[in-house]
């Protein structure tokens, strides 16, 4: 999954309740991200997300910051994950 877009796709296909509007909802309060650049990643209009973003999403949602923001390694391997 070479594109940002791809991968929160992924994110929704596997994480239960996920889903449309709601999910992209989660996705804002597990990333501290607005809403608009949450939009923007889905759309693919922004191709990039800033470390803080991944790190928060990996320790509200398990899936690996490095996998978010390049695409490689184990998008499941989060050692942050449940971490304050």
Do not use: C
């Not at 929704?12 to 608009?36: R, W």
């Not at 990643?41 to 999403?57: E, F, H, P, Q, V």
């Amino acid at each position: 999954m070479n594109l940002l877009s791809d991968r929160l796709r992924y994110i929704y296909e596997q994480t239960p309740g996920l889903e449309g509007e709601l999910g992209q909802i989660d996705l804002v309060k597990a990333s501290g991200a607005s809403k608009s650049v949450v939009n923007q990643w889905i759309t693919g209009k922004i191709k990039s997300m800033d470390i803080r973003y991944a790190l928060n999403i990996e320790r509200e949602l398990g899936y690996s910051h490095i996998w978010l923001m390049t695409g490689e390694g184990d998008p499941k391997n989060a050692p942050l994950f449940g971490a304050k």
